[in-house]
């Protein structure tokens, strides 16, 4: 496997740079050629459809992607777009795992199956919409924000719903016990939930405040002047700034994998944890005092980690991603009206649900509420172990099961690219959409 390594890393990066040059000149999003491109690879017999070490790396590719989001966000945007986004995740997580659902069953299959699609369909992969999103210069927008909220909102109820489907589907196969839908298990990962969002809510707000000079003259507990106490000796910005902020874009990686860490013991994707540790850092940070005269390493920082992870470890993730297609012409044939009508209903399902949360619970414009429904059709993480639980680890669903769901993920994961690009054009007013007398894009 070893000797391998270097041969596929080759080939990955060489498919990197076809993907960028593909996407330059036809004005097409490269995430999209990079799935395409690994499905390829694997089909042909050049790329593994798993590599412990690709895979780990790809990992770190989506955690510096999602950090490097995070870091070009603005918190207060996300603050405020989190209290609208609770409709979009709800509806936005319930309508797919509907559409799974009695998709399973339309086509006869059993009870633990139609639990098994309906998972599948649940849980958001909001790391391929942000990249879409960023190659579109959309990144910063308000629906981009809903979007990454919603998302985390997501992701916490897919979690719940994950610990407690998934033993209700293995004990009544007869792989667990019928006692094994514990309750105690359940309440332990809503614990961990809201620790995970205390323990990130503390170092966001008191380890990494917005400025020392606004808390001069205010009145604090012993607990927060200690954090005060431990800021001013080894805090953030005395990290970022040593050595006149050589080693700045070293200190901000160590950050992101540490939230990532922190994200990943709570039970919650590393990326997520890495999208808090840029969310929190701030301008201020990055400003030192070099021969008397104030300068900023923000921008150099920003391009170092900007180019890791969009140009060389994101970019790994998504080929990996392709490679978990692979084509059996006689599996696929026999699968192929389950994978399009499973795609279409979840598609239908997702946009609407999704885009009419935004619209009525969030309060958004149609022309955004419309690009958050597309945002949000993305699948990857989640979904994944859930196959995995399924079919490798518990054999609950057969072979063809697992083609109609991996092909189904492959399918929505490139509309995701394809459809904010065509959307595009209509949030930013260059074209206009009515119907029903109804104007959906921006006037």
């Known amino acids: 496997m070893h000797h391998n390594l270097w041969f596929y890393s080759a080939i990955i990066l060489l498919f990197v740079v076809i993907s960028k040059l593909i996407s330059a000149k036809t004005s097409t999003v490269d ?17 593994p459809q798993e590599h412990i070490i690709l895979d ?7 955690v510096f992607v999602m950090f490097a989001l995070g870091f070009d966000e603005d918190i207060n945007h996300f603050v405020q777009g989190l209290k609208r986004s609770m409709g979009i995740a709800t509806l936005g997580a319930i309508f797919p795992f509907i559409a799974g659902f009695y998709t399973a069953g339309l086509f006869g299959f059993d009870f633990n199956s139609q639990m098994i699609w309906g998972l599948t369909m649940t849980a958001t992969a909001v790391s391929l919409t942000m990249v879409s999103l960023r190659e579109e210069k959309l990144h910063k927008t308000t629906a981009s924000t809903a979007i990454m909220t919603a998302a985390v909102v997501d992701d916490i109820l897919s979690l719940i719903g994950l610990s407690i489907l998934i033993p209700i589907v293995l004990s009544s196969t007869g792989v667990a016990e019928a006692n094994s839908v514990d309750i105690n298990q359940i309440m332990m990962v809503i614990v961990k939930v ?23 003259d205010k009145k604090h507990g012993l607990f927060f002047s ?20 050589k080693f700045t874009p070293l200190i901000m990686l160590f950050l992101a994998l540490s939230f990532g860490a922190i994200a990943d013991f709570f039970g919650f994707h590393p990326a997520i944890g890495a999208y808090f540790a840029g969310l929190f ?4 940070y990055f400003t030192v005092t070099v021969n008397n005269e104030l300068k900023s390493h923000k921008d150099e920082a920003r391009l170092v980690i900007n180019h890791l992870a ?7 993730f998504f080929v990996m991603l392709g490679t978990k297609l692979l084509f059996d012409i006689q599996i696929l044939s026999n699968v192929l009206v389950p994978i399009v009508v499973l795609f279409i209903s979840v598609l239908i399902l997702q946009v609407l649900s999704a885009s009419l949360a935004a619209r009525f619970t969030g309060k958004y414009e149609w022309y955004q509420s419309i690009m958050i429904g597309l945002g949000m059709l993305g699948r990857a993480e989640l979904a994944f172990i859930v196959i995995n639980i399924a079919y490798t680890q518990n054999h609950i669903i057969d072979i063809e099961q697992f083609y109609i769901l991996i ?3 492959f399918l929505l994961n ?3 690219p394809t459809a904010i690009k065509w959307w595009k054009p209509y949030y930013l007013g260059d074209k206009q959409l009515k119907i029903f007398g109804v104007i959906l894009s921006k006037d």
């Open 31 to 47: 995430v999209l050629w990079l799935i395409i491109l690994g499905s390829f690879g694997v089909n042909l017999g050049i790329l």
């Open 407 to 409: 092909a189904t993920l």
């Open 56 to 62: 780990a790396i790809g990992e770190w590719g989506i």
């Open 194 to 216: 809201i620790i995970f969002f205390a323990v990130i809510g503390f170092i966001g707000l008191v380890l990494f405040p917005d400025s020392l000079k606004k808390e001069k």
């Open 310 to 316: 969009f140009t060389i470890f994101g970019p790994i």
């Open 414 to 416: 490139i509309t995701v």
């Open 281 to 284: 850092l701030k301008g201020e």
């Open 226 to 245: 200690m954090a005060v106490l431990i800021r001013r000796i080894t805090g953030i910005k005395k990290l970022l700034i040593t050595h006149n902020g």
